[in-house]
């Protein structure tokens, strides 16, 4: 499995972003699909997940303000952050679990006025 992060960039505090996680390969095998985070000085902390019956779960500093959905037709997962605020700024990172565990590549946020 290969996953391709993208969307990332800059924006300011209250902004929206709609990050992209493209899979390819054996992606029959995958079980479900996360995002996780990396701000500064940091350790990586998960963001969402959902699974492949859709469920969805995410962590309680973005209830309300990130959304996480999939498109089967383009083998793609998405983030969609609102209400974005400073403490957001981190490199993300889609991640999924199957027979293995996978990372992507990663994409910037920062969020700064």
């Known amino acids: 499995v290969q996953l391709q992060a993208s969307g990332g960039g800059l924006v300011q505090p209250g902004g929206s972003l709609r990050l992209a996680c493209a899979a390819s390969?054996?992606?029959?095998?995958?079980?479900?699909m996360n995002w996780y985070r990396q701000g500064p000085g940091k350790q990586r902390e998960w963001v969402a997940r959902?699974?492949?019956?859709?469920?969805?779960d995410y962590a309680d500093f973005v209830k309300g303000r990130f959304t996480i959905s999939r498109d089967y037709a383009k083998n793609t997962v998405y983030l969609q952050m609102d209400s974005l605020k400073p403490e957001d700024t981190a490199v993300y990172y889609c991640?999924?679990?199957?027979?293995?565990?996978?990372w992507g590549q990663g994409t910037q946020v920062t969020v700064s006025s």
């Open positions: 991640n999924a679990i199957g027979y293995s565990t996978y």
């Open positions: 959902i699974t492949r019956f859709d469920n969805i």
């Open positions: 390969g054996n992606i029959f095998s995958i079980n479900n």
